[in-house]
């Protein structure tokens, strides 16, 4: 397979992982109003609210996995293409050569569950 064949299918696969992440996302949302209008809250939903996190936390692991290959193949192709990869890097994210996760428009949810502290 070529690298650009696997990075099409990454690709995919990790826009699946950022849905599922958007959809644990709106779930936990709907259970913190839940939490916040039931008396003792907290406790009656803490199980709902740990299986969650959980399912979060797995979603954003496999997801991390795919978008670290992805950022290795980067380099990899510019090396090929005789380019630094730092420059290639700065024409993607920017001056610091790091993505922006908190403006990035498919890291949103991800923030928004760690309140951009960039818990994973």
């Known amino acids: 397979m070529k690298i650009e064949d696997a990075r099409v299918r990454y690709n995919v696969q990790i826009k699946t992982y950022y849905s599922k ?13 839940k939490i ?5 809250g907290a406790e009656v939903y803490k199980d709902e609210s740990a299986i969650l996190e959980l399912q979060y936390s797995a ?8 978008q ?3 950022d290795k193949t980067d380099g990899t192709v510019a090396h090929d293409l005789g380019q630094d990869s730092k420059q290639t890097a700065v024409g993607r994210y920017g001056r610091s050569g790091k993505r922006n996760e908190q403006d990035h428009a ?14 994973r």
Do not use: F, I, P
């Not at 916040?36 to 003792?40: I, L, S, V």
């Not at 979603?59 to 795919?66: I, P, S």
């Not at 498919?106 to 818990?119: P, T, V």
């Open 106 to 119: 498919c890291c949103k949810a991800h923030y928004a569950w760690g309140q951009g502290s960039g818990e």
């Open 21 to 33: 992440q958007k959809e644990l996302y709106a779930q936990k949302q709907k259970l913190e109003e």
């Open 68 to 70: 670290d290959y992805m």
């Open 36 to 40: 916040k209008t039931t008396e003792n």
């Open 59 to 66: 979603v954003d692991e496999k997801r991390q996995e795919y």
